[in-house]
């Protein structure tokens, strides 16, 4: 029998800051963690550290893109010094509206920035890991970024329509017309790998 | 003239209806109230599903307020953004005849805004950067103090959302009787509301004891009289407090329950 979950509303004093720390759905106030979401108490319990208090909601509240996170994008438009993505996916949890990203020529790839170009990196409706590395400005959108070896192109169709497979880093072939299309590819995880 | 038959003929006589009430069953007077006494409150949170976060607030004596809130979805600006709307529904009036245009627009407009300053202290929007909070009041029915409880329901709703917050927002409404010792009462019926001579809400963050919003207009008397009323409404808010923790408590069982179904 699982042990009854204990509930708490925005504003409720949980704990002393003596007795546990403050983790994700809280904040502290004068030497008290407070709950700051609607939603059950979770308590993990480290060895040797403070137990870490936090409050979860079982139903996920959108997230943001934060700096550092991995998202899924779709390339909408490409330019000759940038590409336009919609964010899809954060993590693995998708967004219920779709935000809208940049990836500009230089953060495509992490060597020979100057020699990129876009359209042989991205093509409009291929499907893009990438990593947030600004929130932008007033004007700007996100700011995303694929100089990695693991980020970059996932899913493209070629120009007949079929799904491309990588063959290296920057190509990929249409299997049924066999021609091969630049694209910066991301590196395919070995668990996927069938060899 | 010829007759028209597509119309019903209406009587060639009419008169007032008045003249046919018996007297002595004129509308009988309300007994004097208690002018601390709290209306009964039902509040319920995560009715709808179309929107991330929903209550129902209904205060006894016919106020119904209903709130949704949308979001975070993609703001242009830097900073995260809540946005109110305090709209009333065109049957939630006492007459039949509609709300004249420009007046009444600017009146919701205004009503919006004390809703979004009082909110905008107990909404975490610095968790939220580069968002906006899209939030709903639509009045049902108006039996008095309906901005109170819009504030009230507009709290729940956003908790509901699973929006950080750093405290709930209660609402209470208070008015003053005309006449030089009008005394003030808490959360007025629409009667009484027409009939005052001041009018004042208050919004109250009871965790933290914080005011959040005061609004307020009418000739209240001597400057002691508008802090004896925001004491009284204070204090309303703290009573009301217990029952809008209980039903959004209520609101994150259920969800929990839904989510993981027990085993047995």
């Given at each position: 029998m699982a042990p009854p979950v204990r509930c708490c509303v925005p504003g409720e004093r949980l704990c002393s800051l003596e007795e546990g720390a403050a983790g994700s759905g809280t904040y502290t106030r004068h030497g008290y963690v407070c709950a700051a979401l609607a939603g059950c108490l979770a308590k993990t319990s480290?060895?040797?550290?403070?137990?870490?208090?936090?409050?979860?909601?079982?139903?996920?509240?959108?997230?943001?893109?934060?700096?550092?996170?991995?998202?899924?994008?779709?390339?909408?438009?490409?330019?000759?010094?940038?590409?336009?993505?919609?964010?899809?996916?954060?993590?693995?949890?998708?967004?219920?509206?779709?935000?809208?990203?940049?990836?500009?020529?230089?953060?495509?790839?992490?060597?020979?920035?100057?020699k990129v170009e876009v359209y042989k990196s991205f093509r409009p409706g291929d499907i893009v890991l990438a990593k947030v590395i600004s929130l932008g400005d007033m004007q700007s959108n996100y700011l995303l970024s694929t100089a990695e070896n693991e980020l970059g192109v996932v899913v493209a169709h070629s120009?007949?329509?079929?799904?491309?497979?990588?063959?290296?880093?920057c190509e990929m072939q249409c299997p049924r017309t066999h021609s091969k299309e630049l694209r910066k590819v991301a590196r395919v995880q070995p668990e996927f790998l069938q060899t | 003239m010829a007759l028209d038959h597509r119309r019903v003929p209406g009587p060639e006589e009419s008169q007032a209806p008045l003249l046919y009430a018996v007297p002595g069953q004129a509308a009988p007077e309300a007994p004097g109230r208690e002018a601390a006494a709290l209306r009964p409150l039902l509040a319920r949170a995560g009715l709808l599903s179309q929107a991330e976060g929903s209550a129902s607030l209904e205060l006894g004596g016919g106020t119904k307020v209903l709130c949704a809130v949308r979001g975070p979805r993609e703001a242009a600006e830097g900073r995260g953004r809540l946005l109110c709307e305090f709209r009333r529904a065109p049957f939630s009036g006492r007459g039949a005849r509609p709300r004249p245009g420009p007046a009444a627009a600017a009146r919701e407009r205004e009503l919006g805004l004390a809703l979004q300053e009082a909110l905008a202290p107990a909404v975490r929007l610095a968790r939220y950067p580069r968002a906006r909070l899209e939030l709903t009041a639509l009045v049902l029915q108006d039996g008095g103090s309906a901005l109170a409880a819009a504030l009230s329901a507009a709290a729940l709703a956003l908790a509901d959302a699973g929006v950080e917050m750093f405290d709930l927002v209660v609402g209470c409404g208070l008015c003053r009787a005309p006449g030089p010792g009008g005394a003030w009462l808490l959360q007025p019926s629409e009667a009484e509301e027409r009939a005052a001579a001041a009018r004042l809400t208050v919004a109250l963050m009871p965790g933290l004891n914080q005011v959040a919003g005061l609004l307020g207009s009418g000739q209240g008397g001597p400057p002691e009289s508008w802090a004896q009323a925001v004491r009284l409404g204070l204090e309303g808010c703290q009573r009301l407090y217990p029952l809008l923790r209980r039903s959004l408590l209520r609101s994150a069982e259920r969800r929990a329950a839904e989510a993981d179904p027990p085993q047995s």
């Amino acid at each position: 029998m699982a042990p009854p979950v204990r509930c708490c509303v925005p504003g409720e004093r949980l704990c002393s800051l003596e007795e546990g720390a403050a983790g994700s759905g809280t904040y502290t106030r004068h030497g008290y963690v407070c709950a700051a979401l609607a939603g059950c108490l979770a308590k993990t319990s480290e060895d040797g550290a403070l137990p870490v208090v936090s409050v979860v909601r079982d139903a996920e509240s959108q997230l943001l893109p934060d700096v550092g996170a991995i998202v899924t994008c779709k390339v909408c438009s490409i330019n000759s010094r940038f590409a336009k993505v919609h964010i899809l996916y954060i993590g693995s949890t998708p967004l219920k509206s779709t935000f809208r990203g940049t990836i500009r020529r230089e953060d495509i790839r992490a060597t020979e920035k100057d020699k990129v170009e876009v359209y042989k990196s991205f093509r409009p409706g291929d499907i893009v890991l990438a990593k947030v590395i600004s929130l932008g400005d007033m004007q700007s959108n996100y700011l995303l970024s694929t100089a990695e070896n693991e980020l970059g192109v996932v899913v493209a169709h070629s120009e007949a329509g079929a799904q491309m497979v990588p063959i290296s880093w920057c190509e990929m072939q249409c299997p049924r017309t066999h021609s091969k299309e630049l694209r910066k590819v991301a590196r395919v995880q070995p668990e996927f790998l069938q060899t | 003239m010829a007759l028209d038959h597509r119309r019903v003929p209406g009587p060639e006589e009419s008169q007032a209806p008045l003249l046919y009430a018996v007297p002595g069953q004129a509308a009988p007077e309300a007994p004097g109230r208690e002018a601390a006494a709290l209306r009964p409150l039902l509040a319920r949170a995560g009715l709808l599903s179309q929107a991330e976060g929903s209550a129902s607030l209904e205060l006894g004596g016919g106020t119904k307020v209903l709130c949704a809130v949308r979001g975070p979805r993609e703001a242009a600006e830097g900073r995260g953004r809540l946005l109110c709307e305090f709209r009333r529904a065109p049957f939630s009036g006492r007459g039949a005849r509609p709300r004249p245009g420009p007046a009444a627009a600017a009146r919701e407009r205004e009503l919006g805004l004390a809703l979004q300053e009082a909110l905008a202290p107990a909404v975490r929007l610095a968790r939220y950067p580069r968002a906006r909070l899209e939030l709903t009041a639509l009045v049902l029915q108006d039996g008095g103090s309906a901005l109170a409880a819009a504030l009230s329901a507009a709290a729940l709703a956003l908790a509901d959302a699973g929006v950080e917050m750093f405290d709930l927002v209660v609402g209470c409404g208070l008015c003053r009787a005309p006449g030089p010792g009008g005394a003030w009462l808490l959360q007025p019926s629409e009667a009484e509301e027409r009939a005052a001579a001041a009018r004042l809400t208050v919004a109250l963050m009871p965790g933290l004891n914080q005011v959040a919003g005061l609004l307020g207009s009418g000739q209240g008397g001597p400057p002691e009289s508008w802090a004896q009323a925001v004491r009284l409404g204070l204090e309303g808010c703290q009573r009301l407090y217990p029952l809008l923790r209980r039903s959004l408590l209520r609101s994150a069982e259920r969800r929990a329950a839904e989510a993981d179904p027990p085993q047995s």
